[in-house]
């Protein structure tokens, strides 16, 4: 029988959004590319990990997450799914915290190798820092 090998592949979105207010904001998102190589092709694999770093939290305790397929936030692959900011947070950064959404699911793309990573806080404020996602193809 023929070996079947299968790779981890990861992408991720560096940089600051700031969260006021209970609602997603469109504006509100990072972008993750699963297409790194750049070869063009339509994406196929299992998408298993949310990797959500937040830094300055002051009053929220809960961080939702949703993940599309469009820019608009309209189309899920994840429907919203909460992460619980842990009791004081990060422990050597009292205002830092982080949490991970197993995703293990098949995606196929339908016309964009980019996906969109969408947030909203249940009350306070804070800022995601990075979105990372694995998968394996």
């Known amino acids: ?3 079947v090998n299968h790779f981890i592949r990861q992408g991720s979105h560096i940089a600051d959004v700031a969260l006021t ?4 904001v469109l504006a509100k998102k990072h972008t993750i590319d699963l297409d790194p190589d750049q070869t063009g092709n339509r994406f196929q694999g299992r998408l298993s990990a949310l990797y959500i ?6 009053g929220a305790a809960t961080l ?7 820019a608009g936030g309209d189309k899920c692959i ?10 004081g947070t990060g422990i050597t950064t009292a205002t830092d915290s982080s949490g991970t959404i197993a995703l293990d699911v098949d995606y196929v793309s339908t016309n964009s190798q980019d996906v969109y990573v969408f947030y ?14 694995t998968w394996t193809e």
């Open 1 to 3: 029988m023929p070996r």
């Open 21 to 24: 207010g209970t609602a997603y």
């Open 53 to 58: 770093a937040v830094k300055s939290v002051s």
């Open 64 to 70: 939702t997450v949703r993940v599309t397929e469009d």
């Open 78 to 87: 994840m429907s919203d799914t909460a992460i619980t900011l842990s009791d």
């Open 120 to 133: 909203k806080i249940n009350a306070g404020t804070l800022t995601v820092e990075q979105a990372r996602l």
